[in-house]
């Protein structure tokens, strides 16, 4: 079963990693390498022209990004298997998708409300203080989606609910409105951040699914 697991999740995550990273490059890639000209103001000839600069450099970092890119994709892919061996869910292609879309919605989607995907140079606050809101919200989120859609108790239905509209009582500290990036770039990263994380979870889960049901599963299981 293990063995099964890991083997759907590293296919799956890497086919999956491969398409994303080329959406990224396509999508949030070139709003970065904008943002960080915007950052270095002051000298913004010599960004431009560095950012411009040897094509094995700009090779480098693109490989770098689609190989974080990939493990993410396989992180994802052995998660949503995890989860649903645990919960004892039959896996195919369109559930695993799903559980997908739910992953997006408690990490993506919700965490977003209150700190949206940022470019270099946004205004921040304190970096712990946004990652323990930002970790509280999924698990959170998480966590009511599954007693909201997976438990038939209308009191568990009801804790989910609540789950899910907690953590955005207890935002973050807003920044400081002291930004490098002109807002509507920001607006154009945050939403192209969020179309690609929720391609990644889906892409991946869809993929797990498919590799599991139709190149693992046993005769036997799938009767």
Do not use: K, N
């Amino acid at each position: 079963m293990i063995a099964r697991l890991l083997a759907a999740g590293l296919v799956a995550g890497v086919v999956a990693g491969l398409a994303v990273a080329a959406l990224q490059h396509a999508t949030t890639t070139p709003l970065i390498l904008a943002a960080e000209v915007y950052e270095a103001a002051q000298h913004a000839h010599d960004a431009a022209a560095e950012h411009a600069g040897p094509a094995l450099e700009g090779l480098r970092r693109t490989a770098a990004t689609s190989v974080a890119t990939i493990a993410v994709s396989i992180g994802y892919a052995l998660i949503l298997l995890a989860g649903m061996v645990f919960s004892g869910e039959r896996i195919d292609a369109r559930r695993a998708a799903l559980w997908g879309a739910c992953a997006f919605a408690a990490t993506g989607l919700a965490t977003s409300l209150g700190l949206a995907p940022q470019l270099p140079g946004a205004a921040e606050t304190d970096l712990a203080g946004r990652q323990l809101w930002w970790i509280g919200a999924a698990v959170s989120t998480g966590a009511g989606l599954y007693a909201l859609l997976r438990l038939d108790a209308i009191a568990a239905r009801i804790a989910g609910v609540a789950l899910i509209v907690a953590p955005h009582f207890f935002w973050p500290t807003l920044a400081a409105p002291e930004s490098t990036v002109p807002a509507e770039l920001a607006a154009r990263f945050a939403a192209a951040s969020l179309t690609v994380q929720a391609v990644s979870w889906v892409l991946a889960g869809a993929l797990a699914g498919l590799v599991w049901s139709v190149i693992f599963q046993d005769p036997t299981e799938a009767a």
